[in-house]
């Protein structure tokens, strides 16, 4: 049972939900009874939770940094409480997030989906289940896996890969991707897939039926005989998981395999389902409420329970346990909560095992509250007074966060932001969000993407002294969803250098094909391009103004 013994064990189980939850928790624990990130995904699809990846690591980096832990790979079983009844609650609620901001207002969008509907049926347009997209030259998927397997089970398909990729094909395989009831794409890794990267996060943004297949690397990694370095393989490691995130937050399964993969095809179109319907049993990783922010809850209950720990001793006595249960609910614990549990005092981790239990199990809160309210001593309504008052700054908090135009795009040594954008912006009196900073690493994903989903207009400079493979994905994944977008691309230079590492001519030519592919999606849904940085800021400028300010008043 784990490092947990009977003495611990039985303060953390409060009813019948925490052992029934315990019980799938201390059958996955390791030695030091903790469960590990790799294993937290099963273990939630087990009874019926599918997380997004990027939602996994966010909320194991916010356990283990807000409680000291070290290394950050873990969560606890009270935390594992906090998790699962939150994401049940939301399931039952069918909680399908906010509208991004930057979504374009309803006249405009109309327009854009009529005019992504007449390509889509134009008369001349071949007819085509699946349109086979993705990794080219050197891969031999298609030849070799998936040609065989569609020409088996009788499905049509358009196979676009030919020897010499010319920039004038785009309008030819445009005509094909339109028209298809499943786009097959497969991410390998034998080549930097640039263009095929940032189709597919458009394509997974325009709410088409895309079954995406990434192939992780593994070094050492050699593309057109040229050994990758190290840095540019954390890049393309790190698009990977960007694209993987971007296909997830539409609740759309990423496959690690092709022969899953084209079996979830044949469903599809034999079955006449959804992507996201696929299930575990088809051989899919579900996705389910890809836009909940269950770390937001952890961190939650941690600063209610750090405020009525006025001692910092890391316990709460009984009475601070029931204020900082109605704090977090706004409801009180059941009367009939064992009398032993009032002489304890709790842990935070015993905190989030009674949180577990009861925050759910109410009949009519919001009466009880009412009945009992005038009759709370005053320290208890003092406090809830308090507890609301924070609660309207937290709103209040949110609501300054959101921010007018977020700047995404080049970052590492790119200084276009601080030389050119903020000043412009500063001087119109425009709130900005900038992402840039030294230290990334994975659980920023979920942070920045509530972020994007705030800011009402999206600025992407793509400059020429970056690779910017996971800009130019979320730059393309916004136009199709239909957001307020302004875009700055600059080609990279023969014998360019980023990092202090000189790109080869074939490394140039990869990047520079995804960067005229986000130009070529851009330009057919009717998104300004500009090449100067000044320029595109500009310009989103005017667009701010005339379309936000003449409704809001001045912006904040």
Partial sequence: MSNYDTAKLQPLLFGDKTRYLWEIFQRHVGSKGVLGHLQIRPVLNSIGLYPTQSQIYELVHCACEFSGRAPVDHITFGEFCVLIVELQHQYRINSSGPRLRSQMKSKSAQSLECHRLKRRFSDRASRFQVFLGGSCNPTTWRHDIAIPFFKQNGITFYNPQVNNWRPELLEIEDQAKQTAEVLFFVVDNQTRSTAS?????????????????????????????????????????????????????????????????????????????????????????????????????????????????????????????????????????????????????????????????????????????????????????????????????????????????????????????????????????????????????????????AVKDSCRLLLYVITDDTRAMTSMLEAGHFIGQGCNIVLCIQDLQNGAQIDHEKLSPNAVADYNRARTYLADLANRDRVPVFDNVSEAVSCAVQRFISEYTNHLGPPI
């Fill in 197 to 449: 990267m940032v189709e597919a996060a458009y394509l997974a943004g325009c709410g088409r039926q895309l079954i995406l297949v990434i192939k992780k690397f593994e070094p050492p990694v050699f593309i057109y005989g040229e050994k990758l370095s190290d840095r540019e393989l954390d890049d393309l490691d790190r698009s990977h998981a960007y694209l993987a995130d971007l296909v997830e937050r539409m609740s759309i399964p990423v496959f690690v395999d092709i022969h899953t993969a084209l079996q979830c095809t044949k469903r599809i179109l034999k079955s006449n389902l959804k992507v996201e319907d696929l299930s575990l049993a088809d051989g899919a990783q579900p996705v389910r409420c890809p836009q909940i922010r269950v770390a937001n809850e952890l961190l939650k209950v941690k600063d209610v329970f750090n405020t009525l720990d006025t001692s910092s001793l890391g316990r709460l006595s009984w009475e601070d346990v029931q204020l900082a249960f109605r704090a977090i609910t706004d409801h009180n614990l059941p009367k009939n909560v064992s009398s032993k549990l009032r002489s304890m005092t709790f842990t935070f981790e015993q905190f989030c095992c009674l949180l577990g239990e009861f925050r759910y199990h109410r009949k009519s809160a919001l009466q009880s509250f009412l009945r009992v309210f005038s009759q709370l001593p005053s320290k208890i309504t003092n406090f809830l007074h308090r507890s609301v008052s924070n609660r309207q700054q937290i709103s209040e908090s949110c609501r300054s966060r959101q921010r007018d135009i977020f700047l995404g795009g080049s970052c590492g040594n790119s200084r276009w932001r601080d030389d050119i954008a903020i000043p412009i912006l500063l001087k119109h009196g425009i709130s900005f969000y900038n992402p840039q900073m030294e230290d990334w690493n994975m659980h920023y994903i979920a942070l920045e993407a």
